[in-house]
């Protein structure tokens, strides 16, 4: 599915990459919403299962992070939560990122305080947000995002994906390639 990008000057637009991103001020600073489906892999534990398919810029304060589960594993653990990380981290690494989504988020602020299961006795659009989290006020870092197993997936058998909605205001994303 190619990228699209809804905007006040432009409307709909079609672009080359993936996602959606919705923006009063396409490629400029404004709010911004990015919109992704993710295929899980089968991973270690605390690896990356899935990458976001864009950075924000520093001086983002990212305001709603939300992760759904779109499809189930065939096997029955798989389990994930969302990272915020200043580098790109690649699927299958080591996960170095900070989890503002998930059952380790500091201070238990995600509801529900769980990490998102997509096992395969797990339910079907389950879903869990940043919750009481306060706003994350980036300064000077970019701001990469992945999907980081939270118990050994590496047998996990099945296509599970995961809907990524992202919010923020600042600059616009920037695609990966």
């Not at 000057?9 to 600073?29: M, N, P, W």
């Not at 398919?53 to 709603?64: E, K, L, S, W």
């Not at 759904?68 to 065939?74: F, M, N, P, S």
């Not at 118990?151 to 992202?166: L, Q």
Request: proline share 3%.
């Amino acid at each position: 599915m190619p990228k699209v990008q809804l905007s006040n000057s432009k409307g709909l637009v079609q672009l080359s990459g993936k996602g959606f991103e919705h923006s009063d001020t396409a490629g400029e600073v404004g709010f911004h919403r990015w919109v992704e489906e993710l295929s899980i892999s089968a991973v270690a534990d605390n690896d990356v299962a899935a990458r976001v398919g864009m950075y924000i810029p520093a001086q983002a304060r990212i305001t709603n992070a939300h992760i759904i589960g779109t499809e189930l594993a065939t096997s029955a653990d798989a389990s994930v939560a969302l990272e915020i990380h200043t580098a790109d981290v690649a699927v299958d690494a080591a996960s170095a990122g900070t989890e503002i989504v998930g059952a380790d988020e500091a201070g238990n602020k995600s509801l529900p305080d769980s990490d998102l299961n997509l096992g395969s006795g797990d339910v079907l659009n389950d879903n869990i947000n940043m919750g009481t989290l306060a706003a994350i006020d980036r300064g000077t870092s970019v701001s990469y995002f992945q999907l980081a197993a939270k118990e050994d997936i590496s047998a996990m058998t099945g296509t599970p994906k995961v809907v990524v909605i992202i919010e923020w205001f600042g600059p616009a994303a920037v695609a990966l390639v």
